[in-house]
Structures are given as C-alpha cells and as structure tokens.
C-alpha cells in the first residue's frame, strides 16, 4: 500500500509538472477529455504495477525459493516447487489476471487518446475493434492481454519448476511491446532508444516485483527468508546495473544536449527519475553490508523496514516513469530527412572499403551482447585458472574471434551500409549466419559454464548449474539438436525469410532486424553444434555422418544463391526504394551482386568446417588407441600378477578388447586345425 500510495502521488505530480494532463485543445482537433487524459497514465501505472508483482511471484517461486527433493539419487525424487512456491504461483495468477484487465483498459484510453474520442464513443462504436490492429500501441497492448491471460490461466496449475519458468520467460517478453511502441519507436535514434528501453523494462521489473515478493515473504513470516533475500541481492545488483545504463542510453537517445535536462519538462522528470534511481542504489549497498547479515543472525526487522522505505522510493520512481512516457521530448533541432526517420541516421557518402572500416555504426543491443558473453567466458576460464584447472587457450581464442566477427559485422560501416545496399546486408547475413557460429560452438562455452559453475548450495536445489543440465536434457533441446531438425531450420529459414514479405517487414523495423540477426546467429549456431560442437549434445553424429551431413546441406545455400541472381524483381522494393542512396548501382544489380556473395561465401565454411572435422576426427582416434592400450596394460599386468602367484594367468577381462580378439582368433586357429586333421 505504502509503493502504491507513493507511485500515485507521484504520478500526479509528474503529469502536472510535465504538462500532459493541461493540454491545449486547439479547436478543429478531437479531444478525448480529461477522463482518458486522467485515465490513460492511472490505467498505464496499474498495468505496469500489477505486471511488476506477477514478475516478482514467479521470480520468487522459480529462483529466489529453493526446490525440494531430487536430493537422494532416486529417479522418483526430482526436484519440485514448495509449499510456498506453489502459493506465489497461485497469487501470480491473480497478479496476472489484474494485469491483463489493466492492459484491456489502457488499450481502450489509447484508443480514445489517438483518435481524439471520448472514451464512452470508443466503447460504443466501433472504433475499438476498427483501429486496434491499425495502431502500433493498440497491437502492443493486445498482445500484452492474451500472454497475461495465458499465465493467469496456466499459473493456477503450475507445480513443476520447468513449467514455472516457462511462465516466467512468457510473462518477460509480455513486458516488452508497450515500451516498444512509445517514445522510444520515434526518437531520432530509434535504433538505441528501443534496445534500451527494452533492456530498462526487462531489469526493472525483476528488481522491483523480486523485493516486493520477498518484502511479503519476510512479513508473512515464512522460512528460507535468508536464502531468498541473499538471491535477490545478488540478482538486484545486476539489475541495478543494467538500470542505469539502459537509462542512462535512453536520456542520451531523447535529450543530446545536456543543458535539456534543466530546461524541459521531459528533462525535469528525467532528472528527479535519476534522483531516485541513485537512492535505490544507496537502498542496495546497506542491505548487502548491513541487512543480509541480519538476517542471517535471524533478525529480519531491519531487512522488512529499509525493504518497506525501498519500495515506496520504487513506486514513486514508477509513477515517475508513467509521468515521463505522458510527458512529450523535445523535439530535434533540425526537421530529420526521410531517410534518416527509416535509418535512424543520414545517409552516408558513397561505399568504399576504408568507409565500411571507419563509419562506425553503434548498436546498443548488440554491444551489450557481446560484452555480457565475452565477460561471462572470461570470467569462467578466470574461475578455472583460479582452482588450478586448465582450459584451451584455442578455445578461449575462438571464442573471442567470434564475438570480434560480430563486432566488425554490427557496429562497423558495414552496419551502416546493410539496410541500403542489400549486398552489404548479404555479406552481414553470411558472416554472422556460416562463419560466427562456427566459431562460437568451437568455444565450448556450455562445457566451460559446467565445468565453471558451482552445484547448487542446497541439496536438492537447482542453482544455474542445474538448471543449465536441465535444458540441455529437455525434450525441446532433444528435438531441436536433432541432425534433421537443426538442418531444416537452417536452410528453409533462409528461404523462409527472403522469399516471403517477411524480409520487408524486418527491415522496417529495428526490432525486426534484430530478430532476423539473432535467427541467423541461432540457427547456424544449433546447425554447427550438431557438426563441429565440442559441447555434450543430445544425439552424436559418427564423423563419416558429419561429414556427409555437410556436403548435402551446404549446396542449398549455392542454390538460394543462384536464384537470387536469377529473379527478375528486386525484393523488398518498398524499403530499398525507400533507402535508395543516390550512389549507388540499380536495385536489381545490387540484388545479383548479394547472390553472387551468397553463392561464393559457401566455400569458407565448409573448409573450416572440414579442418576442424579432421583435427576433432584425428584427436578421437588418439583417445581411442590409448583407453585400449590403458586395457591391455590392465589385462597384461593382471595375468603377469595371476603367473606369478603361481596360478593360471587370469583369462582375458571382458574389457580387454586386444585379448579378447587375440583369444577369437586362437579359437578359430584351433578349430581349423581340428577340422584339418579330422
């Protein structure tokens, strides 16, 4: 109540500071009222509350509570979700359920606000159902509605850990289409803005819903309260983390100069946003240095008293952020050109190999990628070295040369120049589709995460070590490392894509264009796991099946290759005449030259692939020699012992596979003999 109470204050400040309940009604224009003025930023706090404590249940039934059972070895006893667990997935599923109302309302004040209608004509024309799937926010808010009401429905019978994490990971991206669609979509760097946005929402809501469940946890009085609150902790550090600097990046996307912050309302409130966001950092530091240990003293009054005042700094920081996505930025200082509202950037000069070297092109979402996976693996070989085990450094090596080939391929020029010229974006396409991967699966980064990460601290329990084994013996991940499977996606998602609107569509859009790169990265990722992975994989291919496997995949993509020089009609017309840069060649001729890559690119990967296929094939036949010899000497060494015991030597261990084929072929020698003579 103290959140709530505190995050509608706020917002009611905010709105009335910021100006977006005082509009001026220029007379001519519709006007929706002051109820959807009032209503839209009420219903859009709601939401987000109510979608902020369905996260925090599930967080804290899925992670921050440990499991029971699977502790004694017996196949029956897997591990399984509390008491208590199971009671945070049952509120959850009512937390949800308010979420999805609180989404249908605020789809309904979106309506009404973009059309400028009252909301009694919404209700009852038809205009709701005529310009949901027209508006941007209203497809959002739908799609925000029926995943809420999925996890309401299924949290009500949800009793294994699997199930409640799928219910997590669905309520995630449930968070994700409102802020996709805000300011964020129309900030002259939409490009950063969104992944930024996107990031914020995904790091906020786990902070703030993990310490309201486990601020109810500890007032509830209920055991494993130090466990949880030690999670959070841990957890919450990184969300702070990320909270800053994905906020940090959407101030600088909307607001370039700093004197804004100051000078505009949407600065102001930024600003007093910044303001909390650095208590709640102070909030973290005293309860790493001074609550956990009280808890662990079982004193938890200081931890339910500093979490009560934290939270309310949260709600207002939430009415806050409401205020601020009601409250307009300030403008560009120049109007932007239509290329650069497509872009996100004017168009460059002309191509040349020095300029796809230096036009460096930033792009937020996989800049962080690349540093949380190159920091995550330095951090498990720092981890190996530090208990004296030894890891590759070949590995390590491939590894980084495959977050470099990322690198060059999302933030130099050749980022800038691949939604203009579809060669470059083909060159793009190839890299992080045939040669990235290849790479990234020589790293063995799943055996480095096993061989680095600690068993859980409870038995029984399932920390990131478990839960890593789990997938990897799921049936999701059995199908899809399927030799069949893996292969199918890899080639048909590429004609998949190219050969339907769907190409278009994800060039449009930031977001799409970031799906299209992570399929690429996915796909040829599984695909290179089942034929070079060093990496435990559900099924093993022989190398002779490898190989084959190889050579039949590979000529598909010289066909999607060919076919691209063939069509008669350039694809994506819409956005490439859009994009059209005044240097360049003919759509269609830079269409050919992007087939002439995808045809001539094959040959790099299949040669790599074949030399590691060597080397992986040589390497196995040189463990094999020496486990047999290790079993002859075994064998050898016990019939020398039985000798000289003064016994018969002992006969050949069924292990002993030298002795045992040796005896074979005595047998054999003996019976021809006897038939011999007989």
């Known amino acids: 109540m103290v959140a709530l109470a505190a995050s509608v204050a706020v917002l009611v400040a905010g709105l009335v500071l910021g100006g977006a ?52 070895g017996s196949s029956r006893d897997v591990p399984r979700l509390g ?37 009694g004509q919404v209700l009852t024309g038809n205009e709701l159902s005529g310009y949901v799937g027209r508006l941007p926010q209203g497809t959002a808010l739908m799609i925000v509605v029926l995943l809420a009401v999925v996890v309401a429905l299924l949290a009500r019978t949800t009793v294994t850990p699997a199930a409640s994490f799928g219910l997590l990971l669905t309520a995630g991206i449930a968070l994700l289409p409102p802020p996709l669609t805000g300011h964020s979509a129309s900030a002259a760097n939409h490009t950063v803005a969104t992944t930024g946005v996107a990031l914020h929402v995904l790091a906020v809501a786990p902070w703030v819903g993990g310490l309201c469940a486990v601020l109810a946890h500890a007032l509830t009085r209920r055991g494993r309260l130090d466990v949880a609150a030690a999670r959070f902790s841990r957890m919450a550090l990184w969300c702070f983390v990320a909270v800053g600097l994905s906020g940090l990046v959407n101030v600088l996307a909307r607001l370039p100069d700093p004197a804004e912050l100051l000078t505009t309302n949407y600065g102001r409130l930024a600003l007093g946003k910044m303001l909390l966001f650095a208590g709640l950092g102070w909030f973290g530091w005293w309860h790493r240095g001074r609550t956990l240990p009280a808890l662990a003293g079982r004193r938890p009054g200081a931890f339910t008293r500093l979490a009560t005042v934290e939270i309310a700094i949260m709600g207002a920081t939430m009415g806050l952020a409401v205020a601020l996505a009601r409250t307009a930025p300030p403008p560009p200082a120049e109007a932007e050109s239509a290329v650069k509202a497509l872009l996100g950037y004017d168009m460059p000069p002309a191509i040349t190999p020095g300029r796809l ?4 092109q930033f792009d937020f979402f996989f800049a962080v990628l690349v540093a949380v996976l190159g920091g995550l693996y330095l951090a498990g070989v720092a981890r190996l070295r530090r208990r004296g085990d030894r890891w590759s450094p070949g590995r390590t090596a491939a590894w980084l040369l495959g977050l470099a080939t990322i690198v060059i391929t999302t933030q130099t020029g050749i980022a800038k120049y691949a939604p203009i010229l579809f060669s470059v974006h083909m060159a793009q396409h190839m890299v992080l589709n045939m040669l990235t991967p290849i790479l990234l699966v020589l790293g063995a980064p799943v055996t480095l995460a096993l061989r680095a990460l600690k068993p859980a ?6 920390g990131p070590r478990e839960w890593l084994v789990a997938v990897l013996h799921s049936r999701a991940v059995a199908v899809l490392a399927h030799p069949a499977v893996a292969t199918v996606i890899f080639v048909a998602g590429t004609f998949a894509l190219y050969f339907t609107p769907l190409f278009e569509s994800a060039m449009r859009n930031h977001l799409g264009h970031i799906a299209m790169t992570i399929h690429f990265l996915l796909a040829g990722s599984l695909f290179f796991w089942v034929l070079v992975g060093v990496d435990p994989a559900p099924r093993t291919l022989p190398y002779p099946g490898r190989i ?104 050949p261990a069924e292990d002993d596979e030298l002795a045992a084929y040796n005896a074979h072929l005595a047998r054999l020698a003996e019976r021809h003999e006897r038939s011999r003579k007989g």
Do not use: C
Request: proline share 5%.
């Open 548 to 651: 084959l496997l190889l050579f039949v995949t590979m000529p598909f993509h010289a066909f999607f290759g060919i076919a691209l020089m063939n069509l008669a009609q350039p694809l994506a017309r819409g956005w490439y005449t859009a994009v059209d840069p005044p240097w360049g060649a003919s759509l269609l001729s830079d269409q050919h030259t992007g087939g002439a890559i995808a045809w001539g690119f094959g040959e790099i990967p299949t040669f790599i692939v074949l030399i590691a296929l060597a080397f992986q094939w040589y390497f196995d036949d040189q463990r094999q020699a020496r486990r047999l010899d290790r079993k002859a000497d075994r064998a050898e060494e016990r019939r020398t012992a039985a000798a000289e015991e003064g016994g018969d030597p002992a006969p």
């Open 83 to 119: 008491d208590d667990a199971i009671g945070y997935l049952r509120a959850a599923s009512w937390a949800a359920a308010a979420w999805g109302t609180a989404a249908a309302s605020t789809l309904v004040f979106t309506v009404a606000d973009v059309l400028g209608l009252p909301v």
């Open 357 to 360: 070297v230096t036009l460096w």
């Open 457 to 462: 601290a409870i038995r029984g329990d399932r």
């Open 21 to 72: 309940v005082a509009e001026q009604v220029i007379p001519g224009l519709g006007d929706a009222g002051t109820v959807t003025r009032w209503g839209l930023p009420v219903s859009r706090l709601a939401m987000d509350l109510a979608a902020t404590a369905t996260i925090g249940l599930l967080l804290a039934a899925t992670v921050l509570l440990p499991l029971e059972g699977g502790g004694t």
